[in-house]
């Protein structure tokens, strides 16, 4: 029988995940005390600018006992303690679970000895050789080697099964400042970069005719603020509904709404569909006082820690949603919100951890929706025109 071509799955870009998140990496090769400790250092140096998580399996070989209401037969048991929250549950962690724990996590140390990840961190231990050498096919890509006090080279079979083992790092365990420099650096090398998107796909339902189109600055405004990103962003795309690509002039690369009727969300997490690793600059097409300085601010204070960085709105100190830098950590979230019956990006960024600023310029995020705003702003253009020397 064949298939005619038929496909059974949709074609999807998947995020670069491993077990856990995107930045993951398993420390192996030395007894779990010193794995956790080790561990401990790096979380503490890292956890002021990242979100750091740590994954370990239990040590304890006798059978444990279900706790609390558990063991009344619920499935979960969330308790809300006073320095941090406790979630307790039955069943099996799936990778697919896993990642959507651990979503949000800039970094996740694992307990190699235990857990896998699609990073690997080598401590040479001669106590451990034998249990490092069991596992050796587990260790598809060292980054970091460490040697122990008692250890004073790589051992062979390393270096057998670790093709490109002489350009890895190696530094001793007690050098703590290089082994989190290490990570710092890691860590910046996978910030994303940013794309722009310029949301012109909605429908002006009260300006009563396309706002994208709107000449403020000598051409129409979804290709004034393409070309202003372009100054900052690796790509810029114009947001737009399949039936408005055809309207797009030359030069100016468009993406589509695959997820439909669902306004500014649909078109971001349409971006994140197209592109889940990279970060996009949202920016609306309403926006005609929007400048260069005020992007620029946002950028230089970008927190790829936070799900999104954002301004504050100067009518109620919520997030603006169009004139955001959301990282892919995000998308996910935005997914998640979705799900709840949720399509409101202001909502995503209330309710999650979000970097808010204070706009340097509170004027430049002025939106204009209806044609008396539209009349007002006009009249404000004109008047800094006529005042500029």
Known sequence: MTSNGHKKHAELTRPAMGNFSRNEWAIVGAPCTVIKLLADEIIKALSPAYKCAYADTSHNDDVMLLSGRLASGASIEYTDQINYNQLNFTGNLSSFNQRQLFAEADIVLVNGNHQQAKAQVVIIDENKKTSLQNRAEQLTNVELILLSTTATEVFDFIKKTVSNWESIPVYRLD???????????????????????????GKSVRMGFDKGAINWHGKEQRYYLADVLKNFCAEVFISCREEQSGEIA??????????????????????????????????????PLLDEATIQYLIDNRNTAS???????????????????????????????????????RKVLINSDTTLLNAPYPSALTNVNTPEELERVKRLLQQQTTTQP
Not at 258 to 287: C, E, H, I, K, Y
Not at 319 to 325: A, H, R
Request: glycine share 6%; hydrophobic share 40%.
């Open 250 to 287: 030359k030069g100016y690369e468009t993406l589509t709404d695959t997820f439909l009727n669902l306004g500014p969300m649909g078109a971001m997490l349409s971006a994140f569909r197209a592109q889940p690793d990279n970060t996009w600059l949202v920016v609306a097409a309403d926006l």
């Open 175 to 201: 050098e703590t400042d290089k082994i989190i420099e290490f990570f710092n650096s890691k860590l910046e090398q996978a910030k994303s970069k940013i794309n722009g998107l310029v949301l012109a796909g």
């Open 307 to 345: 799900i999104a960085t954002a301004y504050k709105s100067v009518h109620d100190d919520f997030p603006e949603p169009l004139i955001t830098i959301w990282e892919p950590k995000s998308y996910p979230v935005l997914l998640s919100f979705l799900a709840q019956g949720y399509s409101c990006p």
